[in-house]
């Protein structure tokens, strides 16, 4: 017995030994594995930059190529604060990232004119027009854009939106809308507006703001001014208070449409716009090929609108003036919400 006992106990000590061993070979990989570092910078907290959020992190998350495990992501939103925007702008370039990911036009400005020496590797996405925005970008050749910031543009099809009110309201008129000066993408958005209403005979009603807080006071006096709908570009400020210029508008029986599907959950009669989950998720691929070594020189800066259309039917039913769903948009529409 002691015999065959020796050779059992000589086999389960070296078997440990290896396991130990290999065991700490694994520890030593896991310790050496490299760690890169990404900042997300979310101008703030609203629909349409919470969706690009979700598909970028989703896609993250997802990447075969790069594993999420081997990914520290910090998130950072100054609930479009400009000061703190800047502060977080800064903190991000002195920590210095491996990359950071903005989202929105005044997240892409914000954190490009902080990081004008190329500190951090600078993605961008849910940008409205990258070539207005000052931060280097003067076209969409791979050579037009500054060696260390790509990303994505998504420019909302503002002229569908006025044809699709029309469809709608055959004899629609006058429409208002209130509109931030202070940002471009806003600015962008209501050029487009301004050449569509003047080719469809629609007179376009403007207020400018600065703040949110002057959002409903704007909305509310807008619709004592004989306007048919309210609309909203691609408009920061206007979104983070969307809840009261619907309100405003609902009071007056006035309907309000946009470039965001996902406002129709939020009150606006119809909205049609990019997926937002999908534009971050395509920001969130070019994020890790670049992570893992392509070029930021080797990406072009396109426009990127996968468009869906969403049609809020129980507010159709409230407002006032003969709004309508022709049997053709009803089918041409992604969803129909009726709550």
Request: charged share 20%; aromatic share 8%.
């Amino acid at each position: 017995m002691k015999n065959i006992l020796k050779p059992a106990l000589f086999l389960l000590v070296a078997a440990s030994i290896l396991l130990f061993s290999d065991l700490s070979n694994r520890k030593g990989i896991h310790r050496n594995m490299e760690i890169k570092r990404v900042a997300i910078f979310k101008f703030n907290s609203n629909l349409i930059l919470n969706e690009t959020e979700k598909g970028l992190l989703n896609e993250l998350e997802t990447q075969k190529t790069f594993p999420f495990e081997s990914m520290e992501i910090t998130r950072y939103c100054p609930e479009g604060d400009l000061p703190t925007a800047n502060t977080i702008a800064l903190e991000v370039i002195n920590k210095k990232y491996d990359m950071v990911i903005s989202i929105s036009t005044p997240g892409l400005q914000v954190m490009a004119n902080a990081n004008k020496a190329g500190t951090v590797t600078h993605v961008f996405c849910a940008v409205t027009d990258p070539f207005v925005s000052g931060v280097g970008i003067s076209g969409p050749g791979k050579d037009q854009h500054p060696a260390y910031l790509a990303g994505i543009g998504t420019f909302q099809p503002v002229e569908k939106a006025f044809r699709i009110a029309r469809e709608m309201k055959p004899d629609l008129k006058k429409v208002g809308v209130v509109w931030c000066t202070g940002e471009t993408c806003s600015e962008a958005c209501v050029k487009k507006a301004r050449a569509i209403c003047a080719e469809l005979g629609i007179e376009l009603i403007e207020t400018g703001i600065e703040t949110s807080s002057q959002v409903y006071e704007a909305a509310v006096a807008m619709t004592a001014r004989g306007i048919q709908a309210l609309w909203i570009g691609g408009d920061n400020v206007i979104e983070t208070g969307i809840d009261m210029y619907v309100n405003a508008g609902m009071k007056a029986g006035i309907p309000v449409f946009n470039n965001s599907p996902y406002s129709t959950m939020r009150g606006t009669m119809f909205g049609i716009g990019a997926n937002y989950q999908s534009v971050g998720a395509q920001a969130g691929k070019m994020a890790s090929e670049i992570l893992n070594g392509k070029s930021v020189k080797e990406f072009e800066t396109t426009n990127v609108v996968p468009e869906k259309i969403y049609i809020n039917e129980t507010v159709l039913k409230k407002v006032k003036g003969n709004w309508s769903l022709p049997a053709d948009l009803r089918a041409r529409a992604d969803s129909i919400i009726r709550q």
